[in-house]
């Protein structure tokens, strides 16, 4: 009887399973590709404001300084992307888990997980981009252009 209700509750669970696997599978893809594109867009501002960082450090700017003038810049759009997306996908959650009889209520802990997360791959990204760029030679950087 055991082994009976267990490949019943497996047999009517198979859809969530597979479903679960497609959604992983979409999300490991967004995922990457959104973190190409912010690496690809902090590469590309940090190339093209080579000059900039170069006549910064001349004038006595440090690392940390111009980490924080990217970082900055980047924040306001990581803050607005997430001010879009986590409402967004807090209402479509919620609704996915009210077609279910026992469902659990939605916390603000993975949101905020979700935020911090967004924040430290786009901290990384300008990190690489702005630690390659003030390591150059600012005379080589300024008189390339």
Same mark, same amino acid.
């Given at each position: 009887m055991c082994m009976k209700l267990t490949y019943l509750v497996d047999?009517?669970?198979?859809?969530?399973?597979?479903? +679960? *696997?497609? +959604? @992983?599978?979409i $999300?490991? !893809? /967004?995922?990457?590709i959104s973190t190409f594109g912010? &690496? @690809?867009?902090?590469?590309? *501002?940090a190339q093209q404001r080579k000059k900039e960082i170069a006549i910064r450090k001349v004038?006595? $700017? %440090? +690392?940390?300084?111009?980490?924080?003038?990217?970082?900055?810049? &980047?924040l306001v759009l990581v803050v607005l992307s997430n001010l879009f997306a986590l409402p967004l996908g807090y209402i479509l959650m919620t609704r996915w888990l009210e077609t279910y009889a026992n469902h659990i209520d939605l916390t603000i802990y993975p949101f905020i997980a979700v935020?911090?997360? %967004? /924040?430290?791959?786009? +901290? !990384?990204?300008i990190f690489r981009q702005v630690k390659q760029a003030a390591q150059a030679n600012p005379a080589e950087s300024i008189k390339a252009e």
């Open positions: 047999k009517f669970n198979r859809p969530e399973k597979v479903i +679960f *696997s497609v +959604f @992983s599978m $999300a490991v !893809l /967004c995922i990457l912010i &690496y @690809s867009l902090v590469s590309l *501002s004038n006595g $700017a %440090t +690392f940390l300084h111009i980490l924080q003038l990217f970082f900055k810049e &980047y935020f911090l997360i %967004t /924040c430290l791959i786009v +901290f !990384l990204s």
